[in-house]
Nanobody
């Protein structure tokens, strides 16, 4: 049974930082990308960042480039999203997922989400 469990979401002030974690279990993901997506109330789920599990190569949405960093720890089966210089528009439910590409439809496995709220 595949399981992705996110943690690290919180309430933070504008300009602050958070680190999200996603622990993966149940199968190997070496051939897949691990992605972070987010969904704000009333909006569609959007791509944030992804990392190739095998190579560690990252890719970011323009909206977070230079502020967010995705990384992974193979030994811990964990993917991280370091978020710096947070803005109110970063407020959303953040999901970890395993799959391909940069759209939600390409990802077969999802976590339950962790809430990030950025206050003014």
């Amino acid at each position: 049974q595949v399981q992705l469990v996110e943690s690290g979401g919180a309430l933070v002030q504008t300009g602050g930082s958070l680190r999200l974690s996603c622990v993966a279990s149940g199968r190997t993901f070496s051939s897949l990308y691990m992605g972070w997506f987010r969904q704000a109330p009333g909006k569609e789920r959007e791509f944030v960042a992804r990392i190739r599990w095998s190579s560690g190569m990252p890719y970011y949405a323009d909206s977070v480039k230079g502020r967010f960093t995705i990384s992974r720890d193979n030994a811990k089966n964990t993917v991280y999203l370091q978020m710096n210089e947070l803005k109110p528009e970063d407020t959303a439910l953040y999901y970890c997922a395993a799959g391909w590409g940069v759209v939600p439809a390409g990802y077969d496995y999802w976590g339950q989400g962790t809430q990030v709220t950025v206050s003014l």
